[in-house]
């Protein structure tokens, strides 16, 4: 199954794709959320009503909406730094020896085609692919070898950084330099797990104008997903719609001679295997 989150104005509303268009699903079935948060919290008892609602419902042609982040209204956003191997090694780093974890707001957040915002104050925004996890039960002090079973689906992240901010303010500011506005595009939807076959072995790639700048694949995490989820909930409550951002591969931008960072008129995509295609146009933010 697939969730989209479309914009109306009724608001952000949760869809569900059926044959390549978007079916409402609290307009198939009053009793059912309006947000895809909601309905992960609802649990398995609404799997049943969400399936019936998907196929009976009536359709939205793509086109005509715009979409928000699969999940707009997160709780948290949890990132993985250096979590490839090769991506440790090209920022001149040894691998950690256990998660290196930070967060970004979720005012960064945003959705498929639309623009990724380049600040006033920053003049080396990066690029970062990433497959992101969202979270379905709520998980605390979880073994690894049950984490997958809080897992509710995967889609495409993009974790767009501000490199002067995050390394070299006084301090290093990695959680403002990761967290301008627009910072977080996710989608174009939320795949959940009994489409995806195994997590660990989808490639990950970053476009820039057509050229392709990464390409990976998740069998070269350093942490896979099970130890991730352990790992953080032994900290905080993952909550249904919390997002995990698992870390990127190499190529990016600033690690290149010369660095390549975003510019006004690019277009950005991110594609995870079985997971879509994430595109957004990059603008200069408007004094």
Known sequence: MRFVT????????????RDGMYVDLADADASLPSSVRSILEGGHALRPRVEAALAR????????VRLAAPISDPRKIVCVGLNY????HESGVQPPSEPVIFNKFPTTLTGHLAPIVLPRVSHEVDFEAEL???IGHTA????????????????CGHD?????????????????????DTFAPCGPWLVTPDEVADPHNLRVQFRLNGRTLQDSNTNQFIFKLPELIEYVSQVCTLEPGDLIFTGTPPGVGFARKPPIYLQPGDIAEVEVEGLGI???PVVAEVA
């Open 57 to 64: 419902g009536g359709t939205i042609d793509p086109a005509t």
């Open 132 to 134: 992101v996890v969202a």
């Open 6 to 17: 479309y914009l109306s104005d009724r608001g952000a509303r949760a869809a569900g794709v």
């Open 140 to 155: 605390r002090h979880v073994a690894a070898g049950q984490a997958m079973q809080h897992v509710a689906g995967y889609t």
């Open 85 to 88: 191997a090769d991506h440790a």
């Open 160 to 180: 767009v950084s501000a490199r002067d901010w995050q390394l070299r303010k006084d301090g290093k500011q990695w959680l403002l330099g990761k967290s301008f």
């Open 278 to 280: 994430l595109r957004n």
